[in-house]
């Protein structure tokens, strides 16, 4: 078999503007890096309020990324083995915050457990204050890493199938059984790398975290909200901002990776 019927036909016109497109996603990304001041790139990295931003996002990210786990696996398990136009329902309500303007999601994290609301008043009559709290960066990273979670992990459920399940239960198997010793070995590729796209995600949170949480340097102020503080002239220095940039550049770099070392099935 020749190469060309292998690798399939590609109008050589469109090798432009691919190349183009290329270029527009990678040159910002060197230029970045060029950017680092290298002799300075430890003090700043480990300067007192890059530490604390550092430290906040990679606690809170861990602990966004449980709660998805917890919330996730059950929602994808519900919607990979519901009716086809249930499943579409709640596929397409899982998307929305993906495709929805992180501002937004801000926004109505607060309209929810303000003050104001219903839900917000009983939780202040109880002493509970969420908004502008790191409770508030869980919940707003939550809110966005979700459906990373869910959609892997229902799309390696579809995957697997039923067969195995069905196996299992007429072999005698209990319904936890089943979903221990069969569904969710047979889907930990797309779990595993769901866990690693969600956490990723919520590490990297900007617009609903700075609307529902704020950027109270050492509560709130994750890495994201602290290089937007610095470019804005305000807190950690420049220097320390270009730094904490490189520091998520090389964060989803090293997510990417593990990913695809978790998905060893897929073309090199």
């Known amino acids: 078999m020749r190469s060309g019927e292998t690798r399939g ?12 497109g290329l270029a527009l996603l990678v040159l910002p990304l060197l230029t970045l890096v060029v950017r680092v001041d290298w002799s300075t790139l430890w003090s700043d990295v480990t300067s007192p309020e890059a530490v604390s931003a550092l430290l906040l ?5 861990v602990v966004a990324t449980l709660v998805c786990a917890v919330l996730g696996i059950p929602l994808a398990l519900v919607i990979a083995r519901s009716p086809a136009r249930t499943a579409g329902v709640l596929r397409a309500l899982v998307t929305v915050p993906l495709v929805l303007p992180p501002m937004v999601g801000g926004i109505a994290l607060l309209f929810l457990f303000g003050r104001s609301s219903p839900l917000g008043g009983v939780l202040a009559e109880w002493g509970i204050r969420i908004p502008f709290s790191t409770t508030a960066v869980v919940l707003a990273q939550t809110f966005v890493a979700l459906p990373f979670l869910v959609l892997a992990v229902e799309g390696s459920l579809r995957t697997v199938g039923i067969g195995y399940e069905q196996t299992a239960a007429a072999l005698g198997a209990s319904r936890w059984t089943i979903l221990r010793r ?3 070995p047979l889907a930990a590729p797309g779990l595993i790398a769901g866990v690693i ?3 990723a995600r919520a590490i990297g949170e900007f617009g609903a975290t700075a609307l529902f949480a704020g950027n109270a340097p050492g509560v709130t102020q994750t890495m994201p909200l602290a290089i937007y503080t610095a470019f804005n002239g305000a807190g950690v220095t420049q220097g320390t901002a270009v730094a904490l940039s490189l520091l998520l550049l090389v964060t989803a770099i090293a997510v990417l990776l593990l990913v695809r070392a978790w998905r060893p099935e897929t073309p090199r």
Request: proline residues 9%.
């Open 9 to 20: 036909f590609v109008p050589q016109i469109l090798l432009l503007p691919a190349i183009l």
């Open 57 to 61: 996002s990679l606690g809170t990210g």
């Open 182 to 184: 069969v569904t969710l």
């Open 197 to 199: 796209l969600c956490f």
